[in-house]
């Protein structure tokens, strides 16, 4: 059974740091891209920043790049989201999910994944 657990969410205050992680289980990781959304009260979700299945390429939505950081380590089977200068407006529930194969092609819609974490909220306080 595949899982994806995320861990690392919280309060923060703005231009603060936190690190999401994702931990995978139940199918081969380093076969797989990754990505990263996230959901904020009232609004649809949304494409944060995806991973290739080596992690030789990365993918950026505009509101985050130069901010946050996707990175992966596939010995530990694990995505992470580095996320710095935090603002306000980065408040929501962020989720991770996984590919089904190697293809990165529109990973930036949700339609790419077919796993999904349960999320974790972070909160930015002004």
């Known amino acids: 059974q595949v899982q994806l657990v995320e861990s690392g969410g919280g309060l923060v205050q703005a231009g603060g740091s936190l690190r999401l992680s994702c931990a995978a289980s139940?199918?081969?990781?380093?076969?797989?891209?990754m990505g990263w959304f996230r959901q904020a009260p009232g609004k649809e979700r949304e494409f944060v920043a995806a991973?290739?299945?080596?992690?030789?390429?990365?993918y950026y939505a505009d509101p985050v790049k130069g901010r946050f950081t996707i990175t992966r380590d596939n010995a530990k089977n694990t995505a992470y989201l580095q996320m710095n200068s935090l603002k306000p407006e980065d408040t929501a529930v962020y989720y991770c999910?996984?590919?089904?194969?190697?293809?990165?092609?529109?990973?930036?819609?949700?339609?790419?994944?077919?796993?999904w974490g349960q999320g974790t909220q972070v909160t930015v306080s002004s």
């Open positions: 991973i290739s299945w080596s992690g030789g390429s990365v």
């Open positions: 999910a996984q590919t089904p194969g190697r293809s990165s092609v529109n990973n930036f819609r949700e339609s790419a994944y077919d796993y």
């Open positions: 139940g199918r081969t990781f380093s076969s797989r891209a």
